[in-house]
């Protein structure tokens, strides 16, 4: 079975604190994908990334940015969190776009 | 056109009722439907797909309906239980090797009343 993983289930942080989500997942998959979820907006694309240290900006990159290291690994960096990114984050991981396997999600709350 | 319209935002239907939630798309490109579910708590998962060579196609409860020539296609869920109550997303791909594009739906949220 595909693992995806995320570091944490739940996050509180301050307003411009700099926020680390990381994913990682087991099957060997080249793509690594970042969502945001929220009510009535369903998933939001933010980064993907087809390669090692490859990154291609989403829909709503803004206020974001990636880092992809290693091939099991993709992370997703607030340099500044804001009470708008307050959101669930998902990871999701695959070899072919269309068949996406995603990890529990990160609910982060920005005060 | 990139967009995936998905209805209704939300639907309640008592225990052994059928649901259908309808998707609409506007590009023909799109080679490759599927829907994913979502459970509370979890991340969405792929449940039933269908290319646009075929009009319908069923995996237990789960059939999707597909019509090429309206751009649409909708889930619909047999002998609902109240275990299949969750959000579901539909989507559509484009496969193109390396550059496969997927557009998700908004979502529906789904309660099935016991």
């Known amino acids: 079975d595909v693992k995806v993983t995320q570091s944490s289930r739940y996050l509180v942080k301050r307003t411009g604190e700099k926020v680390f989500l990381e994913c990682v997942q087991d099957?060997?998959?080249?793509?690594m994908f970042w969502y945001r979820q929220d009510p009535g907006l369903g998933l939001r694309l933010i980064y993907f990334s087809y390669d090692v240290k490859m990154k291609e900006k989403g829909d709503i990159p803004e206020g974001y940015s990636v880092s992809r290291e290693k091939k099991e690994r993709f992370s997703l960096i607030l340099e500044s969190a804001s009470t708008n990114q307050t959101s669930m984050y998902l990871c999701?991981?695959?070899?072919?776009?269309?068949?996406?396997?995603f990890g529990p999600g990160t609910r982060l709350t920005v005060t | 056109q990139q967009q995936v319209k998905q209805s209704p935002q939300s639907l309640i239907v008592q225990k052994g009722g059928i649901p259908i939630i309808n998707c609409a798309y506007e590009n023909t490109a799109f080679d490759y439907f599927p829907w994913y579910q979502q459970f509370p708590g979890k991340g969405p998962a792929l449940l039933i797909a269908i290319r646009p060579d075929v009009s319908e196609k069923k995996e237990g409860r789960f059939t999707i309906s597909f019509n090429k020539s309206a751009k649409q296609f909708s889930l619909h869920i047999m002998d609902s239980q109240p275990g299949d109550s969750a959000t579901y997303f539909c989507a559509a791909a484009l496969i193109m090797n390396r550059d496969d594009k997927i557009i998700f739906g908004k979502g529906t949220r789904l309660h099935i009343l016991p």
């Open positions: 999701a991981s695959t070899d072919r776009t269309y068949e996406q396997y």
């Open positions: 099957m060997d998959h080249e793509n």
